[in-house]
């Protein structure tokens, strides 16, 4: 690379002596390596300070021909070695200084870095008559800059002012000169207006009475009080105000009411007797108030407030006698629960502002009734709408700022147009959007979308909790619901069985599918108590083979219970679910406090049956019960203590065991589990058969069947 120096180098053994110009021209070279590597940068007497080296290193980036592809920055390396500078340096941070800020512009000019020129243009523009004081620096300022930077501090001088006008006294007079100053119309018959206005001027006074005792006077003035710099309006007054009044809107607004509006839409013609004439006539007053005064204001998406209703502590209420009862006095006590009722709980936040307006509600709402209280609701609401739709244009930030904490002048004005070193494209920040609900499309710059007035209130609070609930909404919908993330519901009691009619004998069919009669008259499930089992190691077993499936098995003894052989039932615990004759399965959970008898590392693989039943074709509910853990190559039940049950014979476990031989009356159709609250019958005297293929009457001959009582 040849480095243009002034004087030659000797040619012999002579030391070679360099002028000023010479030093300062191979120091500069050597800075756009250690530039594009990342190392540190050397200063000169030439270039003592940051913004003098960066300013030589861009010059010999562009003297070079460093770009990208469509020449908006000096390529990818050049780019994001420039960001971890002004990272490392914090040159991106110019709250310090109004110089910072104009050297923050010059920089992201020939550095061909936006976020540094997108920084110091929005931080500049509100302290533009403090930039020009620097006139050599301001000089170096492209022409296409300063003519944004002067349409910039317009725009934002009308925006202060327009603010001024409404936030300074706290005066809305749009909001009561259309149809709420109506006496004669359709509207005042349904809608007391008088007591609108009457509740709104008196939150105004509170409202003004809070904030002047948070700041000493409103607008506030600088002071050691309130620690500002200037007085007025600034932005962190604003910004305190405009949260304020969102955590209130977040606690009143009615998260299910979606607004029936649009910025461009005429006022709709009222009508007295639609039920929500209250919904209808806020709409209106709320309209007329968004095209009062310019720019339009688009209106917010859940418009409506939750208004206290008599419902909430007359649930029962007569619809005859409901009008007597809004009208009806109320007491302290039931004027505080109807007020907490319609708050949104979960957004209530612990603030002075919040506090202050509760306290407020109660005291004025002291021997109102529930109409009354409503009044005051809109009326609240009126004044909260009017004082949140005059602020996003001044408190919302600009896009994509980094620094913002603790500045008070306005940073809402971004530069427009995109780059200015890439002014010389006619396709420079242009884009297409689709106008028409889509059937068209238009080509325009996209600024004017992404910083219109629209842009601004869409990046406002309300709009942004806006999309929040209505994604809780739909979330929380029977349609978006997740199956597998509901909790599952508890399963009721069985019903008891159907009463027969001594009168009428009972068929062996319909024996089978009603529960089985027994000796013992049913007996209400009772806790066992369980003895203290001394801990009982896990035995050892070989590994099973590979394709053999592996089982656990219990970590204490288990006995298991005796089943009539004639009858071959499944005994099933009395808090599990058991099968009714149209095949659906019913039951309960086990009490909370029962005790499980395996460790809990294994509490997880427990289930409470005595062999995995066998398969059936008709679908039964025992096909859907879990396999229970057996030991390797034993056919053998585990044993279940917790039952105090003892275990079947040997024969009925073998039988259990082969897949062959079902323990059922028929080889598709499973034994009948035990209802709840009954005992098994004691079969130690009968005979022990196994005959799969018996008949019901063969097999109710060894039932001992109830005596009839003699009428």
């Known amino acids: 690379m040849p480095v243009p120096l002034t004087g030659d180098l000797p040619c012999g053994r002579e030391q070679p002596v360099l002028s000023a110009d010479d030093v300062d021209m191979l120091v500069l070279f050597r800075n756009l390596f250690a530039f594009l590597i990342g190392q540190a940068l050397i200063a000169t007497p030439r270039t003592p300070s940051i913004f003098n080296i960066f300013m030589e290193v861009s010059g010999l980036l562009d003297r070079f021909g460093f770009t990208n592809l469509d020449q908006s920055t000096f390529g990818e390396t050049a780019t994001s070695s420039f960001g971890c500078y002004c990272d490392e340096l914090d040159l991106i941070d110019v709250r310090a200084s109004r110089e910072r800020a104009l050297d923050a512009i010059i920089l992201g000019e020939r550095m061909k870095y936006l976020p540094l020129y997108q920084e110091g243009f929005t931080h500049g523009v509100a302290v533009l008559d403090d930039l020009k004081k620097f006139e050599t620096k301001y ?13 910039g501090y317009l725009d934002l001088d009308n925006r202060i002012r327009t603010c001024a006008v409404k936030i300074d006294e706290f005066e809305f007079p749009s909001l009561f000169s259309g149809i709420a100053n109506s006496n004669v119309a359709n509207e005042a018959k349904v809608i007391r207006f008088k007591n609108w206005k009457n509740a709104y001027l008196s939150y105004r006074k509170n409202v003004m009475n809070y904030y002047r005792a948070r700041f000493g006077s409103w607008p506030p003035k600088a002071s050691k009080k309130n620690q500002f710099q200037e007085s007025g309006l600034n932005r962190l007054v604003l910004r305190e105000l405009y949260q304020d009044f969102c955590d209130l809107y977040d606690m009143l607004a009615d998260r299910t009411d979606l607004t029936t509006r649009s910025a461009d839409m005429t006022t709709s013609v009222f009508k007295a007797e639609d039920s929500n004439s209250t919904s209808q006539a806020l709409r209106q007053i709320m309209s007329e108030y968004d095209r009062s005064t310019p720019p339009v204001q688009p209106p917010i998406p859940f418009d409506i407030p939750r208004l206290p209703s008599i419902h909430s502590i007359r649930r029962k209420l007569d619809p005859k006698r409901e009008a007597k009862e809004r009208a009806k006095r109320l007491t302290t006590g039931e004027v505080n629960e109807i007020l907490v009722s319609s708050y949104n709980h979960a957004s209530m936040k612990p603030t002075p502002f919040l506090e202050n307006f509760m306290n407020y509600e109660r005291r004025v709402g002291h021997g109102k009734c529930a109409d009354e ?4 609701r809109c009326a609240q609401w009126l004044f909260m709408y009017a004082v949140i739709q005059s602020l996003p244009m001044l408190v919302v930030d600009a896009p994509d700022l980094r620094c913002t904490h603790g500045v008070e002048y306005f940073l809402c004005i971004p530069p427009w147009g995109g780059s200015p070193w890439c ?3 006619p396709k420079n920040g242009k884009k297409w959007f689709g106008v028409a609900g889509g059937s068209g499309v238009v080509n325009l710059p996209s600024d004017v979308v ?37 909790q599952p519901e508890e399963p009721q009691q069985p019903p008891p069985p159907p009463p027969v009619p001594q009168s009428q004998p009972q068929s062996p069919q319909q024996q089978y599918q009603a529960y089985p009669q027994y000796p013992q008259p049913p007996q209400p499930y009772q806790s066992p108590q369980y003895p203290q089992q001394p801990p009982y190691p896990a035995p050892q077993y070989p590994p099973p083979p590979p394709q053999q499936q592996q089982y656990q098995p219990y970590a204490q003894p288990y006995q298991q219970p005796q089943y009539p052989p004639q009858q071959y039932q499944h005994y099933q615990h009395p808090s599990l679910s058991i099968s009714t004759p149209d095949q659906s399965t019913a039951g ?7 005790p499980t008898a395996c460790p809990p590392n294994q509490a997880q693989n427990f289930y409470p049956f005595p062999y995995p039943p066998p398969l059936s074709s008709t679908g039964s509910s025992s096909d859907r019960q879990p396999t229970p853990l057996l030991t390797p190559g034993d056919t053998t039940p585990p044993n279940l203590p917790m039952l105090n049950l003892r275990p079947p014979s040997a024969s009925f476990g073998r039988g259990a065991g082969t897949p062959g031989n079902r323990s059922s009356i028929y080889m598709g159709l499973e034994a009948l589990p035990l209802p709840a609250g009954v005992s098994p019958v004691d079969t130690s005297g009968r005979s022990s ?8 009457d063969h097999i109710l001959q060894g039932v001992s069947q109830p005596k009839k009582k003699k009428k």
């Not at 000089?139 to 349409?151: C, D, G, I, P």
């Not at 709009?463 to 909404?473: F, S, T």
């Open 139 to 151: 000089n170096l300022v492209s022409a296409v800059t300063r003519k944004r930077l002067e349409r």
């Open 373 to 376: 209280l409503a009044d005051m």
């Open 423 to 425: 002014a010389s494209d």
């Open 450 to 486: 992404a910083n219109g007035v629209d842009a601004v209130y869409r990046r406002s609070h309300c709009w942004q909790v806006a999309l929040k609930w209505a994604d809780e909404g739909q979330l929380n919908s029977s349609v978006m619901l997740d199956p597998a993330s509901q």
């Open 588 to 594: 309960s959970l086990p009490p909370s406090g029962t």
């Open 689 to 696: 058969t196994h005959n799969p293929d018996a008949s019901f």
